[in-house]
């Protein structure tokens, strides 16, 4: 393509390390569709004659359906997609196909292709995240009253429901949606004409080419459309984000999975046996998603790291740029889906999970709260009554409700018969009605709420 400077090829070395063709393939649809709108424009505006846009368009779509049959030929010589793409129009048409590449770049086709792929692969992660809320607020609806232990420092610490567990990763994975969604908004403005730094003397129509291609409308400055590629950052902050989310959600399907914990049966058809010892069943699914998330992160960094100081405009370092969002996106669809199939299926064992909440004097603070109401016993006060009642059922391996009347009046003679109710742990939750507490009924509010947000019940997205 540049021949006309040069008197020596490159080497195989040269080719090889400048050849990005064996991943940005990937890139073909929208490669072809930025070339349509690209010819399109030039047609229109007599920069091509008509006959011969034509020409290029039905030829691309040619292009389009031998890729579409047989995927992209991989040849270093054609370097990338671009060029792969341009050469094999040139076959088909002959030499008219010279003329698609007038007034452009392939800094400013890199720049609108690879946007175009981040702008879906947004679109992808919020359709993935729709069907995990939709599994959350399902599983969260039949548990809005199944009792568990809520932890601090996974130590037992108040009594709390399921269906309130479930709606905290609901909360995340809606900021996650908000997440894409601004970073969508933000990178939908097109910079082809750009070209390759500085603009074109050519009258192209930016607006035309930019709303063929579904953007909001032509990038502001030419420097900045061919070397930004914040729009990448911006995508893979937001998946490493959501893929933070989504370790924390399996690291917890993998404790509760535990014999010792005993909360949830993973389904089987995300968990695998082991070669040796006939009783497992691994939870690697989960352990994957929570392993998947460093790499995710990995793929931020490495992006972050390649654009540092990189001085304007385009410099080939950028061709570093689609490895890793391609990697991140693959592998963030993979745990999404993990995560929407294991919360869907899991069996989640709540008479354990009653029973543990039963352990760890999970109450103590509604003994406190109970002091404080109907004692008028100022809080701190009532802090250390009830860690003496604590103590004392500890010493002798009771649950606090199982202390005598007669030992609780010991140690504050303040404290009635009515305590007893207020240490249930159904009680416990059922107490807990701020707003965004624990309490069934708050739980089964956010869950129709949610609902409708999600589209499932009357109006919504
Ligand atoms: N393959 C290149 C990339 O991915 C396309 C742009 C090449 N531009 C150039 N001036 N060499 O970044």
Redesign the pocket.
């Known amino acids: 393509m540049w021949g006309g400077r040069f008197a020596a090829g490159p080497s195989a070395i040269m080719r090889e390390i400048n050849a990005?063709i064996p991943f940005?393939k990937a890139l073909w649809r929208q490669d072809v569709a930025a070339s349509k709108a690209h010819v399109a424009m030039l047609g229109a505006r007599g920069i091509v004659a008509a006959e011969d846009a034509a020409t290029i368009s039905v030829g691309l779509d040619q292009v389009a359906a031998e890729y579409e049959a047989n995927g992209v030929p991989v040849d270093f010589d054609l370097?990338?997609i671009?060029m792969t793409t341009e050469s094999r129009l040139a076959e088909l048409i002959g030499p008219v196909a010279g003329r698609l590449h007038t007034a452009r770049s392939?800094?400013d086709q890199?720049a609108t292709d690879f946007r175009l792929w981040v702008r879906e692969a947004c679109e992808q992660a919020d359709a993935g995240l729709h069907a995990l809320q939709v599994a959350l607020v399902t599983r969260a609806g039949e548990h809005a009253g199944s009792i568990m232990p809520g932890f601090t420092h996974l130590q037992t610490a108040q009594p709390v429901t399921l269906g309130h567990h479930l709606m905290a990763y609901y909360e995340m994975a809606a900021r996650d949606r908000s997440r894409f969604a601004d970073a969508r908004a933000r990178m939908n403005k097109c910079p082809l004409g750009a070209a390759a730094l500085a603009g074109t003397g050519f009258p192209i129509d930016r607006a035309m080419t930019a709303q063929a291609l579904g953007f909001d409308g032509p990038t502001a400055n030419s420097l900045d459309s061919v070397s930004d590629r914040d729009f990448a950052l911006d995508y893979l902050q937001a998946a490493a984000q959501c893929s933070l989310h989504l370790s924390r959600l399996a690291e917890e399907m993998i404790i509760w999975a535990s014999q010792p914990f005993g909360f949830v049966t993973l389904p089987d058809s995300l968990s695998t046996g082991s070669s040796i010892m006939p009783q497992k069943k691994n939870p690697d699914a989960a352990e994957l998603v929570r392993g998947h998330s460093g790499r995710v992160i990995g793929c931020l960094t490495a992006l972050m790291i390649t654009m540092k100081g990189l001085p304007l405009a385009?410099s080939?370092d950028?061709?570093d740029d689609?490895s890793p969002v391609f990697e991140a996106a693959s592998l963030l669809a993979l745990s999404i889906a993990a995560m929407t199939g294991m919360v869907a299926e899991a069996t989640f064992r709540t008479p354990r999970m009653r029973a543990a909440a039963e352990l760890g004097y999970a109450t103590a603070t509604d003994l406190a709260d109970w002091l404080v109401r109907q004692a008028d016993v100022p809080f701190r006060e009532a802090h250390h009554i009830t860690g003496s009642a604590v103590k004392l059922a500890e010493s002798r391996g009771v649950a606090l409700d199982q202390l005598p009347l007669g030992d609780l009046k010991a140690i504050d003679a303040r404290i009635d018969d009515r305590v007893f109710a207020a240490l249930s742990v159904e009680s416990s939750v059922a107490a807990r009605t701020s707003y965004g507490g624990t309490a069934p009924a708050e739980v089964c509010k956010r869950v129709a709420e949610a609902r409708v947000v999600l589209g499932l019940d009357g109006e919504g997205s």
């Open positions: 990005s940005d370097e990338d671009h392939r800094n890199v385009y080939k950028m061709q689609k």
